[in-house]
């Protein structure tokens, strides 16, 4: 999650062709777009994947999508910063991208249908500590990007004795989740290639307590990695290896 850096989440199912879906993407709790149909497609099978790209507002016939994109998260310089990086757990209600899925059904509508109104600009993540903001590995925050508008053909979605596509609410939402952190919190946690990077990557977005412990970081790994290619030169070498417990 780098700052500047846009994405799309794409959804496809490789169902039965009969059944069909409503699904709709959150970020952080907040949804981005209305539900949406997703049903398998294709001739031979094949299917078609779906796109959310960004936050969606939709009057009438007129949509604006503005993108997805990664912003340096803000941080709050007024919190307390005294609390140690050890107290408490990381805060996973944020860094979090949120499919929903629910079974539908079809109907043959009554009367016309509206396109739904959509409000789902996403507002600027409220500030954090920087403690919780180099604990929780959220340098980043998901923003709003370049905005493209289109406009639809009409201002109703399905006509009076066409089928439509309806939430099946006997059947429960399932939710797929998935977490967005930084190369910090990564390497901290055991993953990523934090050595190998150039620092630059690791300062971006970050503030001066989050670039020294960055660097206090990449020191140790280097020298654990030093350590470890002394270990296997021995091996090599068939040197005995002496561990020194006092």
């Not at 700052?3 to 959150?26: I, M, P, Q, S, T």
């Not at 094949?46 to 949509?63: H, Q, R």
């Not at 089928?163 to 099946?168: F, G, L, N, P, V």
Request: charged fraction near 30%; glycine fraction near 10%.
């Amino acid at each position: 999650a780098h700052a500047g850096k846009h994405f799309a989440v794409k959804v496809a199912y490789r169902g039965d062709e009969h059944d069909v879906f409503l699904v709709r993407v959150l970020i952080d709790g907040d949804e981005t777009d209305n539900w949406r149909v997703l049903r398998r497609t294709g001739r031979s099978g094949s299917f078609s994947p779906m796109s959310f790209k960004g936050w969606v507002k939709a009057e009438g016939k007129d949509e604006a999508c503005s993108a997805f994109v990664f912003e340096a998260a803000h941080v709050d310089v007024k919190s307390d910063d005294s609390c140690s990086f050890g107290v408490g757990g990381t805060d996973w209600s944020r860094g979090v991208v949120e499919l929903q899925i629910q079974k539908a059904r079809r109907e043959i509508a009554k009367f016309d249908i509206p396109w739904p109104r959509a409000q789902f600009g996403k507002n600027t993540m409220p500030g954090l500590s920087e403690r919780e903001l180099v604990k929780g590995g959220l340098s980043s925050s998901v923003g709003r990007g370049e905005t493209e508008f289109s406009e639809r053909k009409s201002a109703i979605m399905v006509h009076a004795g066409e089928a439509t596509i309806k939430r099946d609410k006997n059947v429960a939402v399932q939710s797929y989740v998935l977490y967005y952190r930084d190369d910090f919190f990564l390497a901290v946690h055991g993953h990523g290639d934090f050595d190998g990077a150039p620092e630059t990557e690791f300062q971006k977005g970050r503030g001066k307590a989050s670039v020294r412990r960055i660097k206090n970081l990449r020191k140790k790994v280097h020298h654990i990695q030093q350590v470890k290619a002394k270990i296997e030169k021995r091996n090599r070498d068939g040197s005995e290896i002496l561990i020194d417990l006092t």
